[in-house]
């Protein structure tokens, strides 16, 4: 899978489960990502503003042991496309 289709999984999980919060772990594991690119999506997700995340914020890394929650911007993001 591309990293924008891993992206959008990710984001198409998190919407099925809106507006409860998911671990990330479950989340990536439901959207297949690949473990090599899991920390790639949920960083990108997380810095573009699709999604909000419980972790406290870092500059160089969002941890995949928090629950995320797709954002009204990530929700906008899905149904336009």
Known sequence: MSFKENNKKVLQVLFEGYPKFMSARRV????GVPESEQQKAVFYLNESGLVLT???KRSDEVPLNAD???????IDFILED
């Not at 990536?28 to 959207?31: G, I």
């Not at 995320?68 to 990530?74: E, F, L, P, Q, S």
């Open 68 to 74: 995320y929650r797709i954002t009204a911007k990530g």
């Open 28 to 31: 990536l594991e439901l959207a």
């Open 54 to 56: 419980t972790a406290a």
